[in-house]
């Protein structure tokens, strides 16, 4: 199963979402989730995002830095979406079509990768993850908490299954045949 979860001022049913979902349902026969975050396709607003995102948008109108309202704002929606993923990869891991048993996988760049780290380092289920197109310093700490079955390098050499992706990641897996994951294997 992949979790795909929307970049910011998108929603679960934008382009991005469906055209990468269809194809992880077609030609790799994933099942494949994806919810809304707060304030977004179908969810009420939320009035701390909203003034958060009226503050931050203020100073970039103004030339002034963000300061801590970015990483605030980030928090503020990483608090509602990770319990919610939870309750959903719960939900889907009771359906016979999905179970308990298989990998899960989530997808998220933009504000979706930075909300991304923290599910991931949460949510031990989540053994593999994508998570790009994102400058969040203060999440390194929380980065270091991310371990992954397989690593993704933006180099094409080789490399062994254990060689960490950079310095803040490691890597967590259950053994199979020849040191892969058991679900590689």
């Known amino acids: 199963m992949v979790l795909i979860e929307h970049g ?18 077609t030609a790799c026969g994933f099942a494949v989730a994806a919810i809304d975050a707060p304030g977004t396709g179908g969810r009420p607003e939320h009035p701390e995002i909203r ?54 996988g989530y997808y998220g760049l933009s504000a979706a990768g ?17 998570l790009g197109l994102m400058a969040c310093d203060w999440l390194i700490d929380t980065a270091a908490r991310i371990t992954v079955s397989r690593p993704i390098h933006p180099q ?15 890597h967590r897996h259950t053994e199979g045949e020849g040191g892969l994951p058991a679900y590689q294997a």
């Open 8 to 25: 910011g001022g998108q929603h679960k049913q934008g382009w991005e979402v469906i055209s990468r979902a269809f194809r992880y349902v």
């Open 51 to 104: 003034r958060l995102v009226a503050l931050i948008d203020a100073r970039k109108a103004a030339g002034e830095p963000l300061g801590a309202a970015q990483p605030a704002l980030y928090e503020t929606v990483a608090a509602q979406l990770i319990p919610d993923w939870r309750t959903t990869l719960d939900a889907l891991q009771h359906l016979d079509c999905v179970g308990d048993s298989g990998p899960v």
């Open 114 to 130: 930075e909300s991304g780290i923290r599910l991931v380092a949460a949510e031990h289920r989540i053994t593999a993850a994508v």
């Open 156 to 170: 094409s050499t080789p490399r062994h299954p254990g060689t960490p992706l950079c310095p803040t990641y490691q």
